[in-house]
């Protein structure tokens, strides 16, 4: 079992910055790769980035050049830092874990989520 804890969101400016973070507990197995993703009413569930144990990224297009993801390893913590934030990205931004990032939605771990506003 994965226990993700998240934090940070929030309300925010366009063109203003955000850091998500979030904490794992559990099997080092299943939090092989940790990502964010986000959803919007009546949109599926979509990836903003995820990061594996090795460091690979990997960026939804819209993202790119904004957000950086970035993990601490001894802490199993991964972070998103937002910038140039835009109205669109606004969204329940949820934290994921899993063996690797195919099976996120088959056998990942799932945070709360945390709400990002960004108003223009």
């Known amino acids: 079992q994965v226990q993700l804890v998240e934090s940070g969101g929030g309300l925010v400016q366009a063109g203003g910055s955000l850091r998500l973070s979030c904490a794992a507990s559990?099997?080092?197995?299943?939090?092989?790769?940790m990502g964010w993703y986000r959803q919007v009413p009546g949109k599926e569930r979509e990836l903003v980035a995820a990061?594996?144990?090795?460091?690979?990224?990997n960026y939804a297009d819209s993202v790119k050049g904004r957000f950086t993801i970035s993990r601490d390893g001894a802490k199993n913590t991964v972070y998103l830092q937002m910038n140039s934030l835009k109205p669109e990205d606004t969204a329940v931004y949820y934290c994921?874990?899993?063996?690797?990032?195919?099976?996120?939605?088959?056998?990942?771990?799932w945070g709360q989520g945390t709400r990002v506003t960004v108003s223009s």
């Open positions: 559990g099997s080092a197995f299943r939090i092989n790769v």
């Open positions: 990061i594996d144990s090795g460091g690979t990224t």
């Open positions: 994921a874990a899993a063996p690797g990032i195919a099976t996120m939605f088959t056998l990942g771990s």
